[in-house]
Structure formats: structure tokens, C-alpha cells
């Protein structure tokens, strides 16, 4: 009898659900629930087990607020984050590549001018990064948008500092009519996750490290084309090859070039020694569903 319900029961929670139920709802809740089952019956997961899985999402939960998210976490270093960015970008078709989002990124940073510095009365090596925003074509983008966020010479977003006066290390800013940007910044360095919640004891019974290699967050818009959510890696960081969030990708880790000329610091508005990267975002033009969706959701708002 014990083992006609281990078996059964999969079938019975299936067969609750409701016909008349969104149909790709019901697929993905079928497919959830049949893992799911499979997979306690596959560990033998005991009632002890099971209850510190409710107190380990229960503390998930509650570590969750408007500057922290770590359910985003727990799916960037299981790796989740990453698989759903490539079953949703399979061509890139001469595009830039995607990475994750991660889970410090904050609506409403402040728009500054090209040429600008987003991290003004912020420590670190001065940077200057530039580029272009262009279709698949080639074509400049005018006026795309670029929002842009990034740590600290330490290691740590805004949101994870008190008293920083509002949104720190994060700018918007569009390119020209020539689809370039331009912007001041301080060089990006490695820095760890949090791991002061249920992730970090994660990563500690996993042995693994929680080390992200340095890099600047893009996300890069312009109407008519698909957003891209990126990462621009800084060449030679010694945790490209073992991101705890595996976000890597070749075409992303560019060369921070260090510059020593006091004239050269001047004629960008920095101090030397500075660093320089350039990099050109390249959109895929986004097609009329995503694009009636979009609106649709705008609208909405």
C-alpha cells in the first residue's frame, strides 16, 4: 500500500489540476510537480530534511527586501540565472551576449550626460569607458539608453551600505546621434556575494568560494529592439574562470587599459594613472510580439 501511494500520488496532485487552467501554467506546474516528486523519492528525503528546507526558504524569504534579493541569489549560484539566460538567448546572431541580472539592480538611477562621472566622491583608479550602440546592421542607435550600475573599489553596491545619500555607482545616459557613449567611472574589482544570509552556508557546504570577477553592469535599450542585460569583465581577473554565478562569457571580458599620460588624464577630465575600455553594444531588433507585449505592459503602468 506504502509504495502504491509513493507512486500514485504524483499522478493524483496532477490530475487536481484545473482543465480550464492557463495552458502554459499548467505545463509548467506539471513538469514542477513530477521533478519535484522525483526528486524526493530519488533522495529519500527524510522529515528532518524536509523541514529545514521549509526554514531554509522561510530565511530566504525574510532575507528578501527592496535592496536585497535573494532569491535571485540562490538562482544565480545554483546556476539557474544562467540557463534560463541561454535557453532565452540561443542566437545571438551577431548581438552582444546576455549575463544575469543580478540582485542589486535598482530602478531609478540618475541620469547623467555622456562624458560624466557616475561615481563622483567615490575612491578608486579613474576609468573612462566608451563605445557605440549599433543594430545588427551596423546602424548607430541614437538616443538608446544605457543604465549602468557597479560596486565599490571595496567590493560593495549602495544598497548594501547604509548612509549613502541615494543611488550611488549607478548612472543613465544615452547615446548620441552617432550611437556613442561615453562615461568616468573608478575600475570595477572582484568582490564576494553576500554571504551573511542562506546562500553563503550554501557555498560554505558546497566548498565553494563566493567570488565574482570585476566587471560594470549594463542594461542597453533603444525602441523597436531587444534589451540586453550584460556585464562588461575586466581582462585578466584572477575569478573569470570560476564565477560563483557563472556569468562569464568570452565576448564579454574586455582589456581596462592603464594609461600613465597626465595629458591624455586631463583631456578626459581624470587624474593619471587611469584605466580606458571600449566596448560596442550591438541590439537584435525585437520581434512584434515581444514588441506588442511590451507596449501592452507599458501601457498598463
Same mark, same amino acid.
Given at each position: 500500500?506504502?509504495?502504491?501511494?509513493?507512486?500514485?500520488?504524483?499522478?493524483?496532485?496532477?490530475?487536481?489540476?484545473?482543465?480550464?487552467?492557463?495552458?502554459?501554467?499548467?505545463?509548467?506546474?506539471?513538469?514542477?510537480?513530477?521533478?519535484?516528486?522525483?526528486?524526493?523519492?530519488?533522495?529519500?528525503?527524510?522529515?528532518?530534511?524536509?523541514?529545514?528546507?521549509?526554514?531554509?526558504?522561510?530565511?530566504?524569504?525574510?532575507?528578501?527586501?527592496?535592496?536585497?534579493?535573494?532569491?535571485?541569489?540562490?538562482?544565480?549560484?545554483l546556476?539557474?540565472?544562467?540557463?534560463?539566460?541561454?535557453?532565452?538567448?540561443?542566437?545571438?546572431?551577431?548581438?552582444?551576449?546576455?549575463?544575469?541580472?543580478?540582485?542589486?539592480?535598482?530602478?531609478?538611477?540618475?541620469?547623467?550626460?555622456?562624458?560624466?562621472?557616475?561615481?563622483?566622491?567615490?575612491?578608486?583608479?579613474?576609468?573612462?569607458?566608451?563605445?557605440?550602440?549599433?543594430?545588427?546592421?551596423?546602424?548607430?542607435?541614437?538616443?538608446?539608453?544605457?543604465d549602468?550600475?557597479?560596486?565599490? =573599489?571595496?567590493?560593495?553596491?549602495? %544598497?548594501?551600505?547604509?548612509?549613502?545619500?541615494? !543611488? *550611488?555607482?549607478? #548612472?543613465?545616459?544615452?547615446? +548620441?546621434?552617432?550611437?556613442?557613449?561615453r562615461l568616468?567611472?573608478?575600475?570595477?574589482?572582484?568582490?564576494?556575494?553576500?554571504?551573511?544570509?542562506?546562500?553563503?552556508?550554501?557555498?560554505?557546504?558546497?566548498g565553494?568560494?563566493?567570488?565574482?570577477?570585476?566587471?560594470?553592469?549594463?542594461?542597453?535599450?533603444?525602441?523597436?529592439?531587444?534589451?540586453?542585460?550584460?556585464?562588461?569583465?575586466?581582462?585578466?581577473?584572477?575569478?573569470?574562470?570560476?564565477?560563483?554565478?557563472?556569468?562569464?562569457?568570452?565576448?564579454?571580458?574586455?582589456?581596462?587599459?592603464?594609461?600613465?599620460?597626465?595629458?591624455e588624464?586631463?583631456?578626459?577630465?581624470?587624474?593619471?594613472?587611469?584605466? =580606458?575600455?571600449?566596448?560596442?553594444f %550591438?541590439?537584435?531588433?525585437?520581434?512584434?510580439? !515581444? *514588441?506588442?507585449? #511590451?507596449?501592452?505592459?507599458? +501601457?498598463?503602468?
Open positions: 500500500m506504502q509504495n502504491e501511494l509513493e507512486t500514485k500520488l504524483t499522478d493524483a496532485v496532477i490530475a487536481r489540476l484545473s482543465p480550464d487552467a492557463d495552458p502554459r501554467f499548467r505545463r509548467i506546474m506539471q513538469s514542477l510537480i513530477r521533478h519535484l516528486h522525483d526528486f524526493v523519492r530519488e533522495v529519500e528525503l527524510t522529515e528532518e530534511e524536509w523541514f529545514e528546507a521549509i526554514k531554509f526558504l522561510t530565511a530566504t524569504g525574510q532575507k528578501c527586501d527592496d535592496k536585497r534579493q535573494e532569491f535571485i541569489l540562490m538562482s544565480d549560484v546556476g539557474v540565472s544562467m540557463l534560463v539566460d541561454a535557453i532565452n538567448h540561443r542566437r545571438s546572431g551577431g548581438t552582444t551576449e546576455t549575463t544575469v541580472l543580478g540582485p542589486f539592480f535598482v530602478h531609478g538611477a540618475p541620469e547623467i550626460k555622456n562624458g560624466d562621472d557616475m561615481a563622483a566622491g567615490w575612491k578608486g583608479e579613474p576609468t573612462y569607458v566608451s563605445g557605440r550602440v549599433l543594430s545588427t546592421e551596423g546602424k548607430p542607435l541614437a538616443g538608446a539608453l544605457l549602468l550600475w557597479q560596486s565599490n =573599489s571595496e567590493g560593495s553596491y549602495d %544598497v548594501q551600505l547604509a548612509d549613502t545619500g541615494g !543611488k *550611488q555607482l549607478r #548612472a543613465k545616459l544615452r547615446a +548620441d546621434a552617432e550611437g556613442h557613449f568616468r567611472t573608478i575600475l570595477p574589482t572582484s568582490y564576494p556575494v553576500p554571504t551573511d544570509g542562506p546562500m553563503g552556508l550554501v557555498l560554505d557546504r558546497m565553494r568560494h563566493p567570488m565574482r570577477p570585476a566587471h560594470l553592469h549594463f542594461m542597453v535599450s533603444a525602441p523597436g529592439y531587444e534589451t540586453v542585460v550584460t556585464h562588461l569583465f575586466v581582462k585578466g581577473d584572477p575569478y573569470l574562470e570560476s564565477d560563483v554565478v557563472f556569468g562569464v562569457k568570452d565576448s564579454l571580458i574586455v582589456d581596462f587599459k592603464r594609461n600613465d599620460s597626465a595629458s588624464a586631463q583631456k578626459l577630465g581624470l587624474k593619471a594613472p587611469f584605466y =580606458s575600455a571600449s566596448y560596442d %550591438v541590439l537584435r531588433p525585437a520581434d512584434k510580439a !515581444k *514588441q506588442h507585449a #511590451a507596449r501592452a505592459a507599458s +501601457d498598463a503602468v
